[in-house]
């Protein structure tokens, strides 16, 4: 009989929040060069892919709560990387957009994560890399196709 202990370390969903926490953690590391947060590079790479966006669109297409959601656009603000002003679809709303000081730290951060991820996955060969990124996508579209989507 196996331990306990050894049985759940040995179930996937375990393996892969403990895989999970370690390459976040590095990717963490890797964005704090830039004095940003992995949800401040979350809400750069969504602004820049629909933006200029309504605050409130933003912070459902990202699952971060509203309160939390200002926090970040204060922070990303105060550094100049976004705009706030006021939607031209709607002046009760705030829209966001990229500036171009954002969308350079949006390169750096893409690529310091890029660094990261490859320093995460190093104990495996290329091919290795490609078929456990492909593994990992299917278990997350089965994923949100039955309900469980999250940003």
């Not at 912070?59 to 509203?66: E, K, Q, S, V, W």
Request: aromatic share 2%.
């Amino acid at each position: 009989m196996t331990p306990a202990l050894a049985h759940i370390q040995s179930l996937p969903s375990w393996l892969a929040g403990r895989v999970a926490a370690r390459g976040r953690s590095l990717v963490a590391e890797a964005l704090a060069a830039e004095g940003l947060k992995l949800a401040h590079h979350a809400v750069l790479a969504a602004t820049a892919d629909y933006g200029p966006v309504a605050q409130a669109d933003l912070g459902r297409r990202l699952g971060i709560d509203p309160k939390d959601l200002v926090g970040l656009l204060n922070h990303l603000g105060g550094a100049g990387l976004v705009l706030r002003a006021p939607d031209p679809a709607d002046r009760r709303k705030n829209a966001i957009t990229l500036t171009p000081a954002g969308t350079a730290a949006l390169t750096r951060c893409a690529a310091l994560a890029e660094t990261a991820n490859a320093e995460f996955l190093a104990p495996l060969t290329p091919a290795e890399q490609g078929t456990l990124t492909a593994l990992l996508t299917r278990v997350r579209e089965a994923a949100e196709a039955s309900g469980g989507s999250e940003a």
